[in-house]
């Protein structure tokens, strides 16, 4: 069969096809130490999931409005006043099935054949072949872990062109868990300040910081606000992946754009996921508080311990709950006579011998690091370091 010229640039998202891979063997009754998935180990907050069941029993099972509820694109500007001080109407803010919808309508409205978004690398894997699917052409703009991923703004500036119609901003950051600070922000803005460009801010892991502040770029520069677009969701904060709710607050033409091809896609999010989302937004936040706090100390147990490997570093995060190591110094030794001389080649033998799923991170436009998360037990980290530091131990110098 014929397939569309556009899947040509396309490629399978590694960190779901390693995640079904590990839950397959899972499935077979291996003992895998899963570190590969995005998901939070909580289960959703009990007041949550009881408004889903409210809504069921009160047969709250139809359509809704393509962009959400109007209740619920209400608690959404309140959330943004009140969290991010910044101010949007509920027609400036549409509702999706997951942050990443919120993201790929972004572009199907945005993008015209050619037309350019600026990523920097690291970057989360699904950021480039969303701007294929829709035409556009990704321009990476690489960032060093020695300046804490932060972007340089003369990068910046070389990067833009006419066809430059969007700039994506990440933080805290997948796969590298960077926090972008105040002064990288009024940089960025500086960079984009001449530039009639569409700044992109993808603030899903906004509420798993553990140092400093959380700042978006429109708290720092007001006077890009009317060309700002939002991008957040409910997965990591409150532990719902399944559930599928983003939402994306930006200028009214864009969201009408969004709109219009979700109303030709997918239509409105799920009615009863809205209203556990309206009780999510409107309710207590103890929830996420005691989620930050043990993810702060599962990541000083586990990034202290991928240090004491010989041959991994790995940078402490400052936010979401990803550990991006360093493993270059293990690329050209012997692995059962093969020479590993990528992090795919090395993540593979992890996972078929060891039983460590971790993501290379090629994907992330990464290559010589591995991504592992570590939203698991501290028993399950333990144990994948224990299997990190045998599969180190085996390896041959060459």
Sequence with gaps: MKLARRLQAIKPSATLAL??????????????????AGEPDFDTPEFVKQAAIDALRSG?????????????????????????????????????????????????????????????????????????????KPVIVPTR????????????????????RAIVLNSPANPTGAVYSRATLEGIAAAVRDHDCLLISDDMYEKLLYTGEFLNIGNVAPDLVPRLL??????????????????AAGPKALISGMQLVQDQSTSNASSITQKAALAALNGPTDTITAMVNEYRERRDL?????????????????????????????????????????????????????????VPGDPFGAPGYIRMSFVTSREVLQKGLKRLREFVAALQSV
């Design 19 to 36: 995640n079904a891979r590990a839950k397959a063997l899972a499935a077979k009754g291996e003992d895998v130490v899963v570190l590969a």
């Design 60 to 136: 709250f099972t139809k359509y809704t409005a393509t962009a959400g509820m109007p209740e619920l694109r209400e608690a959404v500007c309140r959330k943004l006043e009140k969290d991010n001080a910044l101010k949007f109407t509920p027609d400036q803010v549409v509702v999706t099935a997951g942050g990443k919808q919120s993201l790929y309508n972004a572009f199907q409205a945005l993008l015209d054949d050619g037309d350019e978004v600026i990523i920097f690398s690291p970057y989360w894997v699904s950021y480039p072949d969303m701007v294929h699917l829709a035409g556009g």
């Design 145 to 164: 872990e020695e300046d804490g991923y932060a972007p340089d703004p003369e990068a910046i500036r070389k990067a833009l062109t006419p066809r430059t």
């Design 230 to 247: 939002v991008s957040n969701g409910l997965s990591k904060s409150h532990a719902m992946t399944g559930w599928r709710l983003g939402y």
């Design 302 to 358: 586990f990034v202290a311990g991928l240090n004491a490997i010989e041959g991994i570093r790995c940078r402490l995060p400052e936010g979401a709950f990803y550990a991006m190591a360093d493993v270059r110094a293990l690329l050209g030794r012997s692995y059962k006579g093969t020479v590993l001389t990528t992090s795919l080649q090395l993540s593979e033998a992890l996972l078929n011998d060891f039983l460590v799923a971790a």
